[in-house]
């Protein structure tokens, strides 16, 4: 059933010439380098008019038209930073321990816990039912032209919360079609059965069920049980089903791959797009084990988000995830697809083209991130962490599945600059995945505290200066986002209201991930000793694993664990006040200092300013040694090497040659960048690497604006871009497709 036609997605943010910026549409570049993640599912808009979502997760863009007040200069502003409070570096309570029950209430910034109760992207019975197991059995088959279904069953093991329940409700959507639903025998002991097996059809007792609209991006499934439960009564369903060409649930045709050989398929679940997986409580409130049994055609492989991975019999493969996650975060991928061992708990996962690559790349990196989060955060629970490198045709970034992250290949660089890309998801691994906001209004306790993990492991392996670097592109992509929404747009706060009928995916910005980290940031300089905040990430990540939250959860637990900050009020210092950090938006009231940063930031800009100057001075240039510089600095000078374009005539003929860390770079983010400046600054000598960048990949993020600078460049530019698309359009994805169409003029699907 035809979903929502995806609108243009917006010129890339930062430079000029629609490009680069220090990341784009979902990041800032550079920031994308420390934190992958743009992405977010997907869509499957196929060619028999099944529209998809979105390729970085921003697509939409919002209707900003009716919000367009702004602060007074529009400029970075903020309060006057408060002293730390005497005695904020006074010892907390210990570690771990459960803080003594919630005295104070804060009426201004308490309410959020009433918003989870009801989540209003869900239609499920969080209410009136506790999922205690989920378990998938399905079975994987593959179409013509990137077609494809799944067939099989959802199995949901529950116990009852309220008398006199008479109906679940589980998330589903139009894509899946349900075929039957049954009640199962209760395994032994009342206890979860784990799911090894389905129960035969006939030991199932028939349910009515009836799907109903719920939303633009999901249904209700609404089961009818034969008679009243009482709380405590526990009830196996089974639904059988199958799932086409859903939006969390994405077909890639042979060409898309990187072996062109074989079809290949994905799950992409946040925010809310897995119920076109399997029908589910589709809320991050709800928490739970899963298992599965996969089965896939004859010389494919099975992937999924779970501990234990078994290949069975019969091209049947077994799965178990025994710690509770949300339905978001359960994700499958079949494909030709390998594996390498790349550390003591990590592999990496490819197409057999690309596994050499992959292992390259990452052997004996991983180990090193989990093991300096480890440190700061507390143990990692997952057990095993592994990468997956997707298909060129990928449009994303990457997604933070639980050991296995999801990435684009582009991350591949061949000499590991871009290996650090993945801290901010395995980040993830304890603020996000362990602790998980309980409702997507609260998003920023996701991602604000991973954008603080990120930067602490950063600031631990690469010291303040790079660190501060990446950290200050993060927020000049902030700065930008507001200058475009104004300041006072309701989205920019951290705790957001998400109405019934509105998709999650709809209130994306940059806010969560940079006003977050700023408040994170500030929770930390209220207590003045690194060491203590560490020590309270520990404490805040044990007492809340495996469970979800609000912010009132976090913020009780900070002031109970520093008592003397609660004693002394810092929940309301006046231009500080909680209440405001959540409620009202606007620019973050508190910055950290980023000054170290500047060590770095300055040779960049003065090297730039050297290179666009009227003044060729060629000796001041060469005196410049650029060998040590990392990709973030490398990215930076770039950046600003674009804003200065088009350069005096030669220039970027003899950077080419000076730099050919840079004109040949294997580095997708160096490769964006180059082929950018050589595209407005006309050097037609170089055309043929844009066009061969283009035929490498997909990548939403690096195609589109490479295709904006063809067409607004000169007419050899134009015709090399229609040139370049008629001949890479089939191994693109779909919805990029559409959008370069656009860019170009032409004719769109559906149009």
């Known amino acids: 059933m035809p979903g929502r036609k995806l609108p243009d997605p917006?010129?890339?943010?930062?430079?000029?010439?629609?490009?680069?910026?220090?990341?784009?549409?979902?990041?800032?570049?550079?920031?994308?380098?420390?934190?992958?993640?743009?992405?977010?599912?997907?869509?499957?808009?196929?060619?028999?008019?099944?529209p998809g979502r979105r390729q970085e997760r921003r697509l939409r863009p919002y209707d900003f038209s009716s919000v367009r007040a702004r602060s007074a200069s529009g400029a970075e502003r903020r309060s006057e930073v408060p002293a730390r409070p005497a005695g904020s570096s006074s010892t907390p309570s210990p570690p771990g321990a459960r803080p003594p029950a919630h005295s104070f209430r804060f009426a201004s910034w308490r309410g959020a816990r009433a918003m989870a109760a009801r989540d209003a992207a869900s239609a499920c019975s969080a209410a009136s039912f506790q999922l205690r197991h989920l378990h998938l059995e399905l079975r994987v088959d593959f179409g013509p032209a990137g077609s494809g279904h799944l067939q099989g069953s959802a199995r949901l093991e529950l116990t009852?919360?309220?008398?006199?329940?008479?109906?679940?409700?589980?998330?589903?959507?139009?894509?899946?079609?349900?075929?039957?639903?049954?009640?199962?025998?209760?395994?032994?002991?009342?206890?979860?059965?784990?799911?090894?097996?389905?129960?035969?059809?006939?030991?199932?007792?028939?349910?009515?069920?009836?799907?109903?609209?719920?939303?633009?991006?999901?249904?209700?499934?609404?089961?009818?049980?034969?008679?009243?439960?009482?709380?405590?009564?526990t009830v196996v369903v089974e639904v059988a089903y199958r799932a086409g060409e859903g939006p969390g649930v994405c077909w890639l045709t042979p060409e898309q791959t990187a072996g062109k050989q074989k079809p290949y398929m994905y799950t992409q679940g946040q925010a809310v797009l897995n119920r076109s997986f399997f029908p589910c409580f589709d809320t991050p409130a709800v928490k739970s084990p899963y298992s599965a049994i996969i089965k896939v055609p004859e010389g494919f492989t099975a992937v999924m988000s779970a501990v234990t991975r078994e290949k069975q019999k019969d091209n049947t493969f077994f799965f178990k995830m025994p710690h509770p996650i949300p339905s978001y975060l359960v994700a499958l991928v079949?494909?030709?697809?390998?594996?390498?061992?790349?550390?003591?708990?990590?592999?990496v996962w490819a197409e057999p083209?690309?596994?050499?690559?992959?292992?390259?790349?990452?052997?004996?990196?991983?180990?090193?991130?989990?093991?300096?989060?480890?440190?700061?955060?507390?143990?990692?629970?997952?057990?095993?962490?592994?990468?997956?490198?997707?298909?060129?045709?990928?449009?994303?970034?990457?997604?933070?599945?639980?050991?296995?992250?999801?990435?684009?290949?582009?991350?591949?660089?061949?000499?590991?600059?871009?290996?650090?890309?993945?801290?901010?998801?395995?980040?993830?691994?304890?603020?996000?995945?362990?602790?998980?906001?309980?409702?997507?209004?609260?998003?920023w306790l996701n991602e604000g505290f991973t954008m603080y993990a990120q930067r602490r492991i950063s600031m631990v392996l690469y010291g303040a200066a790079y660190t501060c670097l990446e950290a200050a592109t993060g927020r000049a992509l902030l700065r930008q986002h507001m200058d475009n929404t104004g300041e006072n747009h309701p989205l920019n706060k951290l705790r957001v209201t998400i109405e019934l009928g509105v998709d999650p995916e709809d209130t994306y910005n940059e806010t969560p991930y940079e006003k977050g980290y700023c408040f994170v940031s500030y929770l930390a300089h209220l207590v003045g000793d690194q060491s203590k905040f560490d020590g309270f990430l520990q404490a805040y990540v044990n007492q809340f694993k495996f469970q979800s939250i609000t912010a009132d959860d976090a913020l009780e637990f900070y002031l109970d664990y520093f008592p003397a900050l609660k004693k002394q009020g810092v929940a309301s210092?006046?231009?500080?006040?909680?209440?405001?950090?959540?409620?009202?938006?606007?620019?973050?009231?508190?910055?950290?200092d980023l000054s170290p940063g500047e060590e770095l930031m300055k040779p960049a800009e003065n090297l730039a300013e050297l290179w666009a100057s009227p003044d060729h001075n060629m000796e001041a240039i060469?005196?410049?040694?650029?060998?040590?510089?990392?990709?973030?600095?490398?990215?930076?000078?770039?950046?600003?090497?674009?804003?200065k374009s088009?350069?005096?005539?030669?220039?970027?003929?003899?950077?080419?040659?000076?730099?050919?860390?840079?004109?040949?770079?294997?580095?997708?983010?160096?490769?964006?960048r180059w082929c950018q400046i050589v595209l407005k600054n006309n050097h037609e000598a170089e055309f043929g690497k844009v066009k061969e960048f283009l035929r490498s990949q997909g990548k939403q993020k690096y195609t589109l604006p490479i295709y904006r600078a063809m067409v607004n460049g000169s007419e050899t530019a134009q015709?090399?871009?229609?040139?370049?698309?008629?001949?890479?359009?089939?191994?693109?994805?779909?919805?990029?497709?559409?959008?370069?169409?656009k860019i170009l003029g032409l004719k769109t699907e559906g149009s």
């Open 646 to 672: 088009p350069l005096p005539d030669g220039r970027v003929e003899e950077m080419s040659a000076l730099y050919p860390r840079i004109s040949k770079a294997e580095n997708a983010e160096l490769r964006l």
């Open 719 to 741: 015709a090399l871009a229609n040139e370049t698309f008629s001949s890479t359009a089939p191994q693109l994805h779909v919805n990029v497709q559409n959008y370069v169409k």
């Open 573 to 592: 210092i006046p231009g500080f006040e909680f209440d405001r950090w959540l409620n009202t938006p606007g620019w973050p009231p508190y910055l950290p």
């Open 160 to 233: 009852c919360l309220r008398d006199h329940a008479r109906e679940l409700v589980l998330d589903s959507h139009p894509s899946l079609e349900v075929e039957s639903a049954g009640l199962a025998p209760v395994p032994p002991g009342n206890g979860c059965s784990h799911g090894e097996g389905r129960e035969a059809a006939s030991s199932l007792r028939p349910l009515a069920f009836q799907s109903r609209p719920f939303a633009s991006y999901g249904s209700a499934l609404h089961l009818t049980l034969p008679e009243p439960l009482t709380a405590g009564d």
């Open 334 to 347: 079949v494909g030709d697809i390998v594996s390498a061992e790349v550390g003591p708990r990590s592999h």
């Open 353 to 443: 083209c690309l596994i050499k690559a992959a292992k390259k790349e990452y052997d004996g990196v991983i180990e090193e991130f989990l093991a300096t989060g480890e440190k700061l955060f507390g143990p990692y629970v997952w057990e095993r962490y592994d990468v997956l490198f997707m298909p060129p045709s990928f449009p994303f970034g990457g997604m933070e599945n639980p050991c296995i992250t999801f990435v684009t290949p582009c991350l591949l660089a061949g000499d590991r600059s871009l290996a650090d890309v993945i801290i901010h998801e395995i980040s993830h691994s304890w603020f996000g995945n362990l602790v998980t906001n309980a409702h997507w209004g609260e998003f």
């Open 10 to 50: 917006q010129p890339t943010m930062g430079t000029a010439g629609g490009g680069g910026g220090i990341l784009n549409k979902h990041r800032p570049i550079v920031v994308h380098l420390q934190r992958l993640r743009a992405l977010r599912c997907h869509a499957a808009a196929k060619q028999s008019g099944n």
């Open 622 to 643: 060469r005196a410049v040694d650029i060998s040590a510089w990392k990709t973030f600095q490398l990215v930076y000078f770039l950046d600003k090497i674009l804003q």
